[in-house]
């Protein structure tokens, strides 16, 4: 899986604190649970209303619209700008959140092919975890990481190095390993260029601790 090219920043002036707190003038919403195939868990995509504006605005009343719909789900994948997701047994009423910490969610994706091969179940995360720009907000210009955790959302392990920013992954499930490539911004001029270290690494998914190793491949 192929992750895009977008303007991530970075700032690594450490005078600059900032504190990133929940929009409580946001009104969170879920979208209806969904059940991926071959699994016991409901996913519960949780964002935030998005308000859109038409052109003719101020000509007509009433002429923006609210979506009510955060995520979509497509062949094992979820996108979308997610603040959380909640996670329920088929069998049960109660509701377990992925994460008390505030995070964007970008995509999540069931690894369906190591379910086959192994029968194990993980899901793994784009994610954004911090202010990495340090503007005050957790947005787009922010870094995305890569996450893992089993299908019932426990075990939510952050995989890619700290500050640096996921390029690409791709599960071999002849090995059962998630293979996954990221950048670091090595030379601190606060940017993604070609002077910066790639990181090469995998996490093998029949390791319980799922350690992450690096490996060489040039």
């Known amino acids: 899986m192929s992750c895009d090219e977008r303007s991530q920043t970075i700032s690594h002036d450490d005078t600059i604190?900032?504190?990133i707190k929940k929009d409580?003038?946001?009104?969170?919403i879920a979208d209806l649970p969904i059940l991926i195939d071959s699994t016991d868990y409901l996913i519960h995509p949780i964002g935030y209303i998005r308000d859109y504006k038409?052109?003719?605005?101020s000509y007509s009343k009433g002429s923006g619209h609210a979506s009510y719909s955060v995520s979509r789900y497509n062949n094992y994948s979820i996108t979308g700008e997610l603040s959380n997701i909640k996670f329920q047994h088929l069998n049960s009423e109660k509701l377990t959140a992925l994460t008390d910490e505030l995070m964007e969610i970008t995509s999540i994706r069931f690894l369906e092919n190591i379910r086959v091969q192994t029968g194990l179940q993980f899901l793994v995360y784009t994610i954004r975890d911090a202010d990495t720009n340090k503007d005050a907000?957790?947005?787009f210009n922010d870094v995305e990481t890569l996450y893992i955790s089993t299908i019932e959302g426990?075990?939510?392990?952050?995989?890619?190095?700290?500050?640096a920013q996921i390029v690409d992954w791709n599960v071999i499930p002849q090995q059962s390993r998630l293979y996954f490539k990221s950048i670091s911004d090595t030379n601190k001029n606060g940017e993604f260029d070609k002077n910066d270290r790639v990181n090469y690494q995998y996490v093998n998914l029949k390791d319980e601790d799922l350690n992450v190793i690096q490996y060489n491949p040039l």
Not at 24 to 28: A, D, G, L, P, T
Not at 54 to 57: C, G, H, L, N, V
């Open 17 to 19: 604190t900032t504190e």
């Open 24 to 28: 409580n003038s946001k009104i969170e």
């Open 54 to 57: 038409s052109r003719f605005t």
């Open 137 to 139: 907000k957790l947005d």
């Open 154 to 163: 426990k075990g939510l392990k952050k995989l890619t190095p700290k500050l």
